[in-house]
């Protein structure tokens, strides 16, 4: 299951890759043993200038509700090998409170 951090993460003018990305994001999560996937941010929130958050061509997954440090390397790796060379899959800020999964549609 997909859910959204809080309400200010607004799920509207995403990519269509974007979306998929997800779907095939909450799959691995669930497999780690994530009870669901969360989203923390889409196009809301501060990013750097240029950021492709604000086009709708990135997302940010929380990493806290999978079980282990191990688990959360693991989605990383997973998510990136299931995406491909089209998307940049990054993980991001690790063992700090801020750590995350951040992946954007950046065809090269």
């Known amino acids: 299951m997909i859910t959204f951090k809080e309400p200010l993460v607004r799920a509207y003018q995403i990519a269509p ?3 998929a990305a997800l779907a095939k994001a ?3 999560w669930i497999s780690l043993g994530a009870a669901e996937l969360v989203v923390t941010s889409l196009n809301d929130g501060s ?7 604000y086009k709708g061509l990135a997302a940010d ?3 806290h ?3 282990s440090p191990q688990a ?3 989605a ?3 998510l990136k090998a299931a995406l491909g060379s089209a998307y940049d899959v ?5 063992g700090t409170p801020n750590e995350h999964v951040h992946l954007e549609y950046d065809p090269q």
Request: charged share 25%.
């Open 17 to 19: 890759q974007v979306f």
């Open 26 to 28: 909450d799959g691995i």
């Open 47 to 53: 990013h750097s200038t240029g950021s492709l958050h």
């Open 61 to 63: 997954l929380r990493t």
């Open 65 to 67: 509700n999978l079980p």
């Open 72 to 74: 959360r390397v693991e």
């Open 76 to 78: 990383w790796r997973r």
């Open 90 to 94: 990054l993980h991001e800020h690790v």
